[in-house]
């Protein structure tokens, strides 16, 4: 390889922050709020998108581990993702996500809540 | 930034899948220069046919890996049709048909004939152009992202993939056709680095609104590693440029040998760098 050592640094700086500045969808707010601590259980989850995602997976699971259905629009296309939750006792959930952004890249996230 | 075994799995598949599409698109340009010198290119043109095969495995098995880590990372999941349709039907996946059509056409160089070598410059075509059919160059403005990235890609593959011909033809060509092929591989990289450099300087330029927060996460470690490497790489270069090319037009033996090892040194990092930039591009970013 033969080239100039400036020109190599430029050229890694410049490789290193085009990777980095690469846009997937995240999610900016849920309801419930992360670590948020509810007085009754919550009847739905709604998850907020930076950009249109589809979501392919949700899943809430208690601190031991059980799974609890949530019945959401899997697929579909969505800046705000609505999920029906069963009837949670009292206890503390965590509520996790999967999908693909509209740039096709894949999307994760968690959060959690508790119900006293 | 947690490190589990599907994380692995998932860095290894798409570090691989460069390695091979970038392998596979650059090297008719290194056979064209080997070639003008007398020299066989039959090793290097059964390279770049056994990466594109290699890379097309590598896609379908990211597409099944993708589909998997939708549903939550069970075998289920990546056999589940609606998953790997919504996978296939996404930008990635029309990505992926385009590189998996031009890595097809790439290995064409294992003909050995010049339709064949037309062929695979096609191929090499359609791979680069795979990498602005999605991920973040598909942001706007669209239409200046695309061609750069192109560009930026063309000029990866150029150089990754003329490695393993320049570390061949200095184990095995006569001196003055080694020097030859190496002095004009020097020669051309300094246009195709100044066009890396330019097309990156570009992306910079439309990408970096968010750097500030991405050097203070995980992310920010990844590309000082990075950064480190990569001036690494540089070093040898200007290394293998200034002192072992004049050595070995001069017939030092010494600098024979001394250039094999800082050419495979070369290749061992760049495959380090692909490695980094896999997982820059697989990690969730923070927020998610």
Redesign the interface.
Known sequence: ?????W??????????????????????ATTPSDGAVLDAPPEEIRIRFDQPI?V??V?ITDEAGNEYDVAYD??AATKILIGRTESLASGAYTVEW???S????????EFGFRVE | MGIDGAMVAAVAIRAAGYLCALIAAGTAAFVGLAGRHGVSTRPMRRLAAGAALAGIALLALGVVRRAAFLGGGTLTAAMDPALLTLVLESPFGTAAAVRAAGLLAASALILERRGGDAIAWAGSLAIVASFALSGHVLGEPRWALAPLIMVHTAAVAWWLAALPGLWLVTRAAATPVAAGIVGGFGRRAQWVVAALVAAGGGMLVLLAGNVDALVRSSWGLLIGAKLLVVAGLIAIAAYNKLRLTPALASGDPAARHMLRRTIAAELGLGILILVLTATLTTTPPPGN
Do not use: K, W
Request: proline content about 2%.
């Open positions: 390889m033969s080239f100039p050592v020109r190599g640094v430029a050229a890694a700086l410049l490789l290193a922050f085009a990777t980095a500045a690469s846009g997937h969808s995240a999610s900016d589809r392919t997976m899943r899997r697929g999967r999908g693909l509209t740039d096709g890249h894949t999307a994760s996230g």
